[in-house]
Protein backbone atom coordinates (compact mmCIF):
# COMPACT_ATOMS: atom_id res chain seq x y z
CA UNK A 1 0.00 0.00 0.00
CA UNK A 2 1.17 3.69 -0.71
CA UNK A 3 1.74 5.57 1.72
CA UNK A 4 0.22 9.06 1.64
CA UNK A 5 2.26 12.01 2.46
CA UNK A 6 0.92 14.65 5.48
CA UNK A 7 -1.12 16.78 4.27
CA UNK A 8 -0.05 20.49 4.27
CA UNK A 9 -2.83 23.18 4.49
CA UNK A 10 -3.21 25.26 1.13
CA UNK A 11 -5.28 27.54 -0.80
CA UNK A 12 -5.98 27.94 -4.69
CA UNK A 13 -6.17 31.25 -6.42
CA UNK A 14 -7.19 31.11 -9.82
CA UNK A 15 -7.23 34.55 -12.31
CA UNK A 16 -9.98 34.69 -14.24
CA UNK A 17 -10.86 36.66 -17.23
CA UNK A 18 -13.91 34.06 -16.92
CA UNK A 19 -13.21 32.34 -20.01
CA UNK A 20 -15.21 28.82 -20.24
CA UNK A 21 -11.77 26.68 -19.77
CA UNK A 22 -12.24 27.93 -16.24
CA UNK A 23 -15.21 25.23 -15.94
CA UNK A 24 -12.79 22.54 -17.31
CA UNK A 25 -9.83 23.58 -15.03
CA UNK A 26 -12.41 23.88 -11.59
CA UNK A 27 -13.98 20.42 -12.82
CA UNK A 28 -10.66 18.88 -12.98
CA UNK A 29 -9.25 20.30 -9.83
CA UNK A 30 -12.48 18.96 -7.98
CA UNK A 31 -11.79 15.26 -9.72
CA UNK A 32 -8.23 15.42 -8.36
CA UNK A 33 -9.20 16.37 -5.25
CA UNK A 34 -12.09 14.18 -4.16
CA UNK A 35 -10.09 11.36 -2.16
CA UNK A 36 -9.61 14.32 0.86
CA UNK A 37 -6.16 15.92 -0.80
CA UNK A 38 -8.61 19.42 -1.45
CA UNK A 39 -7.34 22.82 -0.45
CA UNK A 40 -8.94 24.51 2.16
CA UNK A 41 -10.36 27.31 0.01
CA UNK A 42 -10.81 28.61 -3.43
CA UNK A 43 -10.06 32.24 -4.77
CA UNK A 44 -11.62 32.73 -8.24
CA UNK A 45 -10.10 36.67 -8.99
CA UNK A 46 -12.36 37.81 -11.93
CA UNK A 47 -10.04 40.31 -13.40
CA UNK A 48 -12.67 42.09 -16.10
CA UNK A 49 -14.46 43.58 -12.77
CA UNK A 50 -13.43 47.10 -11.38
CA UNK A 51 -11.93 46.90 -7.96
CA UNK A 52 -14.82 47.02 -5.28
CA UNK A 53 -17.45 46.20 -8.12
CA UNK A 54 -19.55 43.06 -7.23
CA UNK A 55 -17.98 40.50 -9.88
CA UNK A 56 -20.00 38.13 -11.40
CA UNK A 57 -21.39 34.88 -10.88
CA UNK A 58 -18.70 32.28 -12.18
CA UNK A 59 -19.57 28.58 -13.32
CA UNK A 60 -18.20 26.38 -10.24
CA UNK A 61 -18.73 23.04 -9.81
CA UNK A 62 -21.29 21.75 -6.84
CA UNK A 63 -17.76 20.30 -4.82
CA UNK A 64 -15.89 23.23 -4.82
CA UNK A 65 -18.56 26.01 -4.12
CA UNK A 66 -18.64 25.96 -0.18
CA UNK A 67 -14.58 26.51 -0.62
CA UNK A 68 -14.94 29.31 -3.02
CA UNK A 69 -15.23 32.59 -3.07
CA UNK A 70 -14.81 35.18 -6.37
CA UNK A 71 -13.07 38.33 -5.54
CA UNK A 72 -12.58 41.40 -8.23
CA UNK A 73 -9.12 42.06 -9.68
CA UNK A 74 -9.50 45.46 -11.04
CA UNK A 75 -8.16 44.67 -14.82
CA UNK A 76 -4.93 45.39 -13.61
CA UNK A 77 -3.54 41.95 -15.23
CA UNK A 78 -2.29 38.28 -13.64
CA UNK A 79 0.10 39.93 -11.51
CA UNK A 80 -2.17 42.10 -9.71
CA UNK A 81 -5.07 39.73 -9.77
CA UNK A 82 -2.39 36.98 -7.68
CA UNK A 83 -1.80 38.99 -5.26
CA UNK A 84 -5.65 40.33 -4.98
CA UNK A 85 -6.32 36.52 -4.88
CA UNK A 86 -3.42 35.72 -2.01
CA UNK A 87 -4.96 38.74 0.23
CA UNK A 88 -8.39 36.79 0.03
CA UNK A 89 -6.83 33.10 0.89
CA UNK A 90 -7.10 32.90 4.41
CA UNK A 91 -4.38 31.74 6.11
CA UNK A 92 -3.11 28.83 4.99
CA UNK A 93 0.91 28.46 4.45
CA UNK A 94 0.81 27.34 0.82
CA UNK A 95 -0.97 29.35 -1.88
CA UNK A 96 -1.28 27.27 -5.44
CA UNK A 97 -1.76 29.69 -8.04
CA UNK A 98 -3.46 28.04 -11.05
CA UNK A 99 -4.24 29.78 -14.67
CA UNK A 100 -7.85 29.22 -15.64
CA UNK A 101 -6.98 27.67 -18.72
CA UNK A 102 -4.98 24.48 -17.22
CA UNK A 103 -6.14 21.20 -16.41
CA UNK A 104 -4.43 19.35 -12.98
CA UNK A 105 -3.87 15.79 -13.91
CA UNK A 106 -6.03 12.91 -12.27
CA UNK A 107 -3.65 12.59 -9.30
CA UNK A 108 -2.65 16.10 -8.91
CA UNK A 109 -4.06 16.06 -4.95
CA UNK A 110 -1.94 13.53 -3.98
CA UNK A 111 1.20 14.27 -6.29
CA UNK A 112 0.90 17.94 -4.50
CA UNK A 113 0.35 16.98 -1.14
CA UNK A 114 3.77 14.72 -1.49
CA UNK A 115 5.38 18.06 -3.23
CA UNK A 116 4.32 20.09 0.09
CA UNK A 117 5.12 17.50 2.95
CA UNK A 118 8.92 17.03 0.97
CA UNK A 119 9.66 20.60 0.62
CA UNK A 120 12.38 21.77 2.89
CA UNK A 121 12.04 24.42 4.98
CA UNK A 122 13.95 27.04 2.69
CA UNK A 123 11.86 26.30 -0.30
CA UNK A 124 9.88 29.02 -1.02
CA UNK A 125 8.50 27.38 -4.64
CA UNK A 126 7.55 23.92 -5.62
CA UNK A 127 6.63 24.17 -9.76
CA UNK A 128 4.20 21.46 -11.55
CA UNK A 129 5.45 19.70 -14.77
CA UNK A 130 3.08 21.49 -17.29
CA UNK A 131 1.92 19.25 -20.74
CA UNK A 132 1.47 21.35 -23.35
CA UNK A 133 -0.48 19.07 -25.68
CA UNK A 134 0.04 19.41 -29.76
CA UNK A 135 -1.49 17.93 -32.43
CA UNK A 136 -1.00 14.82 -33.91
CA UNK A 137 -0.21 14.21 -37.62
CA UNK A 138 1.23 17.61 -38.86
CA UNK A 139 3.57 19.89 -37.47
CA UNK A 140 2.91 22.29 -34.71
CA UNK A 141 2.04 25.94 -36.25
CA UNK A 142 4.28 29.10 -34.65
CA UNK A 143 1.45 29.86 -32.04
CA UNK A 144 1.23 26.18 -31.17
CA UNK A 145 5.34 25.85 -30.67
CA UNK A 146 5.50 29.31 -28.69
CA UNK A 147 2.98 27.48 -26.38
CA UNK A 148 5.05 24.60 -25.92
CA UNK A 149 7.26 26.73 -24.60
CA UNK A 150 5.55 26.27 -21.32
CA UNK A 151 6.70 22.89 -20.99
CA UNK A 152 10.01 23.56 -20.33
CA UNK A 153 9.79 27.57 -18.44
CA UNK A 154 11.78 27.05 -14.97
CA UNK A 155 9.76 28.58 -12.98
CA UNK A 156 6.10 28.98 -15.13
CA UNK A 157 3.42 30.49 -12.66
CA UNK A 158 0.49 28.34 -14.45
CA UNK A 159 0.84 25.93 -11.70
CA UNK A 160 2.70 26.87 -8.65
CA UNK A 161 2.61 26.16 -5.26
CA UNK A 162 4.01 29.49 -2.60
CA UNK A 163 5.07 29.38 0.64
CA UNK A 164 2.85 32.19 2.19
CA UNK A 165 5.93 33.18 4.06
CA UNK A 166 8.20 33.59 1.23
CA UNK A 167 5.57 35.37 -0.55
CA UNK A 168 4.73 37.71 1.75
CA UNK A 169 8.29 38.43 2.53
CA UNK A 170 8.90 39.31 -1.15
CA UNK A 171 6.22 41.55 -1.41
CA UNK A 172 4.43 39.42 -3.97
CA UNK A 173 4.01 39.93 -7.38
CA UNK A 174 5.50 43.04 -8.84
CA UNK A 175 2.21 44.77 -10.61
CA UNK A 176 4.53 46.66 -12.57
CA UNK A 177 4.05 43.92 -15.03
CA UNK A 178 0.68 43.71 -16.73
CA UNK A 179 0.63 40.98 -18.71
CA UNK A 180 1.04 37.10 -18.15
CA UNK A 181 4.91 37.48 -19.09
CA UNK A 182 7.81 37.99 -16.82
CA UNK A 183 5.87 38.74 -13.38
CA UNK A 184 6.86 34.79 -12.69
CA UNK A 185 10.92 35.27 -13.53
CA UNK A 186 11.05 38.48 -11.50
CA UNK A 187 9.60 37.01 -8.25
CA UNK A 188 11.67 34.05 -8.44
CA UNK A 189 14.91 36.10 -8.76
CA UNK A 190 14.12 38.28 -5.89
CA UNK A 191 13.29 34.80 -3.66
CA UNK A 192 16.65 33.48 -5.01
CA UNK A 193 18.63 36.74 -4.17
CA UNK A 194 17.34 36.30 -1.14
CA UNK A 195 18.51 32.32 -0.17
CA UNK A 196 15.22 30.83 -0.96
CA UNK A 197 15.03 27.61 -3.23
CA UNK A 198 12.48 26.67 -5.44
CA UNK A 199 12.05 23.00 -6.25
CA UNK A 200 10.64 20.93 -8.93
CA UNK A 201 7.42 19.09 -7.71
CA UNK A 202 5.52 15.74 -9.11
CA UNK A 203 2.54 16.79 -9.57
CA UNK A 204 0.95 17.09 -13.57
CA UNK A 205 -0.91 19.38 -15.28
CA UNK A 206 -1.99 20.08 -18.66
CA UNK A 207 -1.76 23.65 -20.59
CA UNK A 208 -4.45 23.15 -23.87
CA UNK A 209 -2.84 25.59 -26.70
CA UNK A 210 -5.68 28.79 -26.34
CA UNK A 211 -7.27 29.25 -30.01
CA UNK A 212 -5.59 32.41 -31.60
CA UNK A 213 -6.15 34.86 -34.61
CA UNK A 214 -3.10 35.13 -36.93
CA UNK A 215 -1.98 38.52 -35.12
CA UNK A 216 -1.43 37.28 -32.13
CA UNK A 217 2.72 37.21 -32.57
CA UNK A 218 2.56 40.38 -33.15
CA UNK A 219 0.69 41.42 -29.87
CA UNK A 220 2.81 39.17 -27.97
CA UNK A 221 5.85 41.52 -28.43
CA UNK A 222 4.45 43.92 -26.15
CA UNK A 223 6.85 41.77 -23.73
CA UNK A 224 9.69 43.51 -24.86
CA UNK A 225 8.89 46.13 -22.59
CA UNK A 226 8.80 44.04 -19.80
CA UNK A 227 11.97 43.10 -20.55
CA UNK A 228 13.37 46.16 -20.51
CA UNK A 229 12.03 46.21 -16.82
CA UNK A 230 13.57 43.67 -16.15
CA UNK A 231 17.20 44.25 -16.75
CA UNK A 232 16.21 47.51 -14.56
CA UNK A 233 15.46 45.72 -11.85
CA UNK A 234 17.85 42.28 -11.82
CA UNK A 235 20.31 43.70 -14.63
CA UNK A 236 21.85 42.60 -17.74
CA UNK A 237 22.36 38.98 -16.65
CA UNK A 238 19.19 38.58 -15.94
CA UNK A 239 18.52 36.23 -19.25
CA UNK A 240 21.40 33.44 -18.17
CA UNK A 241 20.18 33.36 -14.34
CA UNK A 242 16.51 33.18 -14.92
CA UNK A 243 17.44 30.45 -17.64
CA UNK A 244 15.41 32.53 -20.37
CA UNK A 245 15.97 32.27 -24.00
CA UNK A 246 17.42 35.37 -25.16
CA UNK A 247 14.95 35.74 -28.34
CA UNK A 248 15.42 37.49 -31.53
CA UNK A 249 15.17 41.66 -30.27
CA UNK A 250 18.83 42.36 -31.06
CA UNK A 251 18.27 40.78 -34.65
CA UNK A 252 14.36 42.77 -34.49
CA UNK A 253 16.66 46.26 -33.44
CA UNK A 254 18.63 45.67 -36.79
CA UNK A 255 16.39 44.77 -39.60
CA UNK A 256 13.98 47.40 -38.07
CA UNK A 257 17.07 49.90 -38.17
CA UNK A 258 18.10 48.88 -41.70
CA UNK A 259 14.42 49.74 -43.30
CA UNK A 260 14.47 53.10 -41.71
CA UNK A 261 17.68 53.71 -42.76
CA UNK A 262 16.39 52.72 -46.39
CA UNK A 263 13.50 55.07 -46.45
CA UNK A 264 15.84 58.19 -44.57
CA UNK A 265 18.32 57.34 -47.58
CA UNK A 266 15.71 57.50 -50.53
CA UNK A 267 13.98 60.93 -48.43
CA UNK A 268 17.79 62.50 -49.06
CA UNK A 269 18.31 61.20 -52.39
CA UNK A 270 20.74 58.84 -51.65
CA UNK A 271 19.65 56.20 -53.66
CA UNK A 272 22.69 53.80 -53.75
CA UNK A 273 22.76 53.57 -49.64
CA UNK A 274 18.81 53.49 -49.85
CA UNK A 275 19.23 49.95 -51.65
CA UNK A 276 21.72 48.17 -49.53
CA UNK A 277 19.94 49.46 -46.71
CA UNK A 278 16.72 47.71 -48.32
CA UNK A 279 18.60 45.04 -48.68
CA UNK A 280 19.82 44.62 -45.77
CA UNK A 281 16.05 44.65 -44.37
CA UNK A 282 14.88 41.96 -47.32
CA UNK A 283 17.37 39.78 -46.16
CA UNK A 284 16.25 39.63 -42.39
CA UNK A 285 12.92 39.58 -42.94
CA UNK A 286 13.64 36.64 -45.14
CA UNK A 287 15.50 34.93 -43.35
CA UNK A 288 13.17 35.64 -39.96
CA UNK A 289 10.02 34.48 -41.85
CA UNK A 290 12.16 31.07 -43.19
CA UNK A 291 12.81 29.92 -39.85
CA UNK A 292 9.53 30.35 -38.79
CA UNK A 293 7.82 28.31 -41.71
CA UNK A 294 10.20 26.04 -41.76
CA UNK A 295 9.52 23.89 -38.55
CA UNK A 296 5.57 24.44 -39.38
CA UNK A 297 2.72 22.58 -40.69
CA UNK A 298 3.71 25.05 -44.46
CA UNK A 299 -0.16 25.33 -44.98
CA UNK A 300 -0.57 27.90 -47.60
CA UNK A 301 -2.77 29.83 -44.21
CA UNK A 302 0.32 29.44 -42.56
CA UNK A 303 3.03 30.29 -44.48
CA UNK A 304 1.32 33.64 -45.50
CA UNK A 305 0.58 34.35 -42.13
CA UNK A 306 3.94 33.92 -41.19
CA UNK A 307 5.38 36.35 -44.17
CA UNK A 308 3.02 38.67 -43.05
CA UNK A 309 3.59 39.04 -39.38
CA UNK A 310 7.40 38.49 -39.87
CA UNK A 311 7.23 41.83 -41.37
CA UNK A 312 5.63 43.33 -38.58
CA UNK A 313 7.51 41.80 -36.03
CA UNK A 314 10.66 43.37 -35.99
CA UNK A 315 9.05 47.20 -36.41
CA UNK A 316 6.22 46.36 -33.33
CA UNK A 317 9.63 44.73 -30.91
CA UNK A 318 11.73 47.63 -31.49
CA UNK A 319 8.40 49.90 -30.98
CA UNK A 320 7.87 48.26 -27.41
CA UNK A 321 11.32 47.83 -26.66
CA UNK A 322 12.07 51.61 -27.05
CA UNK A 323 8.31 52.23 -25.24
CA UNK A 324 9.86 50.57 -22.36
CA UNK A 325 13.15 52.41 -21.83
CA UNK A 326 10.72 55.45 -21.30
CA UNK A 327 7.91 53.72 -18.84
CA UNK A 328 10.36 52.52 -16.60
CA UNK A 329 13.33 54.65 -16.74
CA UNK A 330 13.33 55.17 -12.91
CA UNK A 331 12.70 51.77 -12.33
CA UNK A 332 14.76 50.41 -9.26
CA UNK A 333 15.50 47.21 -8.04
CA UNK A 334 13.24 45.96 -5.40
CA UNK A 335 14.63 43.72 -2.27
CA UNK A 336 15.08 40.43 -2.14
CA UNK A 337 13.09 37.84 0.15
CA UNK A 338 15.02 36.79 2.91
CA UNK A 339 13.97 33.18 4.40
CA UNK A 340 13.94 32.91 7.98
CA UNK A 341 16.50 30.61 9.79
CA UNK A 342 13.83 28.93 11.93
CA UNK A 343 10.07 29.73 10.89
CA UNK A 344 7.24 29.47 12.96
CA UNK A 345 4.48 26.67 13.31
CA UNK A 346 1.94 26.86 10.16
CA UNK A 347 -0.82 28.94 11.20
CA UNK A 348 -4.30 27.77 11.65
CA UNK A 349 -6.85 27.83 8.39
CA UNK A 350 -9.75 30.16 8.59
CA UNK A 351 -13.51 29.68 7.30
CA UNK A 352 -13.51 30.13 3.80
CA UNK A 353 -16.44 32.32 2.46
CA UNK A 354 -18.66 30.94 0.26
CA UNK A 355 -19.21 31.33 -3.50
CA UNK A 356 -20.96 34.47 -4.87
CA UNK A 357 -24.08 33.28 -6.48
Known sequence: ???????????????????????????????????????????????????????????????LRPLTTVVAGGGRGPAAARNTGARAAGTAPWIVFLDDDVVPGPTWGRDLARDLASAARDTA????????????????????????????????????????????????????????FREDADLALRLLDGGWTLAPGTRRTTHPVRPADRWVSVRVQAGNADDVLMTRLHGH??????????????????????????????????????????????????????ARIAPGPRTRAETATMLVTSVLIP????????????????????????????????PQESPAEPVRS
Open 1 to 63: MTQRATAEPYAVVVPTLGRPSLRTCLEALAAATADGTGPARVVLVHDRTDSGATPPALDVPQA
Open 125 to 180: AVTARVDVPLPAGRRPTDWERNTAGLSTARWITADMAFRREALEAAGGFDERFRRA
Open 237 to 290: DWWARAAAPRGRLPRHLAVSAAAAAAVGCALAGRGGAAAVCAGGWLAGTAEFAA
Open 315 to 346: PVAAWHWLRGHALHRAARPLGAARPPVAGPAA
